[in-house]
């Protein structure tokens, strides 16, 4: 079961937390497909009873307060509504027209009230391939890159849940003549991301250890980080991006629990040379694979132009959040940490239309005729990832 968390309203309700539920997680459910368990009802009629919390937290607009309660009551939650829903003669059955709403009537919301926003560059086929384009002459990789886990910290006002328009930014970007222009970007472009929404705090001053860090993850949602080229390739050097990215994010409005992920582990690239200490993992049971096998891909206008997978990323979950921590830097619930592009080694395994088509030069035919380098006004492009029968939530973007 995927069991994913969203915040949703339907008529003149308030936001609060539900669990999407299929058909398949419910067999005794009579709707045609998803539906939305809604949490603070059944919290209010005692089905949470017995766990050490307050179903008041299922009536607020963010997952932030059920979020920091910790994993452990994230786990008996999960594992209290697995139960429900699969014994026989389920007590969700008589309380059906209660406690369940189709999807079609929910109106989603953005899911956590974001505290931070950290884009890391953990795909190393991306970072490869934006070294060749923007960088020609030397190794595409730049000298730190196989040491740490490099990143930006982004902008989390205008980070939005899937269904929100997208607006063109206007901005400055370097024109053919060798100078500065102002306009609307030329070169609008996504990156398929997937989003750590982490749920518990850590202590300023103090390091989160390696084998510790996957414990800060309370569950990914996909991640489309917009981009506007032209804008980030005349003002991204020295400090890196900025307005070429900070007009928009967009993350799923279902968080799926971290937890759901554990079947699917998967080792990843042999990390040579070896990193320094402390972003190696070390105790007995965490040796275990640190990556995990999620199938992604990338639809414009309903037309898949990627497919790639999760276990391209060079740096683990588990090494960001020890790097970002390792020098007293806090974590604080609600964050989020991006992991960067994710692309595989070949053509139409990219997750950026400038890798796709290769800044430009080799434009994507789509089946209506057209084709395309960057996004037209009008373009829809949704992100989807899978891993088994675990379903991330899509995320969908409109450009206006
Ligand atoms: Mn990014």
């Excluded at 045609?32 to 009629?45: C, H, K, R, S, Y």
Aim: proline share 8%.
């Amino acid at each position: 079961m995927t069991l994913p968390y969203g915040i949703f309203s339907y008529g003149i309700s308030s936001p609060r937390v539900g669990v999407l539920v299929t058909r398949n997680d419910f067999p005794g459910n009579a709707f045609p497909d998803q539906a939305i368990l809604d949490l603070e009802v059944i919290g209010l009629l005692g089905h949470f009873d017995g766990l050490p919390l307050d179903p008041a937290v299922f009536a607020k607009p963010i997952l932030n307060d059920f979020m920091a309660l910790g994993k452990p009551i994230w786990t008996a939650v999960r594992q209290r509504l697995i139960d429900l829903l699969s014994q026989p003669d389920s007590p969700l059955e008589a309380i059906r027209e209660q406690a369940f709403i189709h999807q079609s009537r929910a109106t989603m919301h953005l899911p956590v009230r974001v505290g931070d926003y950290t884009d890391f560059y953990a795909g190393i086929e991306h970072a490869r391939n934006v070294g060749k384009m923007f960088r020609p002459d030397g190794d595409p990789l730049l000298p730190n890159y196989r040491h740490m886990p490099i990143a930006y910290h982004g902008r989390a006002s205008s980070i939005v849940v899937s269904g929100t328009p997208i607006r063109r930014p206007s901005g400055q970007s370097l024109g053919a003549d060798g100078q500065p222009q102002f306009g609307p970007s030329k070169s609008l472009d996504i990156e398929l991301e997937l989003g750590l929404i982490i749920g518990q705090k850590s202590t300023l001053g103090e390091p989160v250890s390696i084998d510790k860090a996957e414990d800060y993850i309370f569950g990914i949602v996909l991640f489309n980080d917009w981009s506007a080229r032209d804008i980030q390739r005349w003002e991204y050097q020295p400090l890196g991006p900025f307005l070429g990215k900070n007009f928009g994010s967009s993350i799923s409005a279902w968080v799926v629990p971290f937890e759901a992920f554990e079947p699917f582990r998967v080792t990843g690239e042999t990390q040579e040379p070896t990193p320094l200490p402390y972003l190696q993992q070390t105790s007995a049971d965490l040796t275990r694979p640190a990556h995990f096998d999620i199938n992604l891909e990338v639809e414009l206008n309903g037309s898949v132009v990627s497919q790639t997978n999760a276990r391209h990323l060079y740096w683990s979950f588990a090494q960001m959040i020890a790097h970002h921590t390792v020098n007293g830097c806090n974590l604080c619930v609600g964050d989020i940490l991006a992991t960067g592009t994710i692309s595989g080694p070949e053509p139409g395994t990219y997750g950026s239309f400038l890798e796709l088509t290769w800044s430009g030069k080799n434009p994507i035919s789509l089946p209506d005729g057209t084709s395309r380098t960057f996004l037209q006004d009008g373009d829809v492009v949704t992100l989807r990832g899978r891993a088994g029968d675990v379903e991330l939530g899509e995320v969908s973007g409109k450009i206006v």
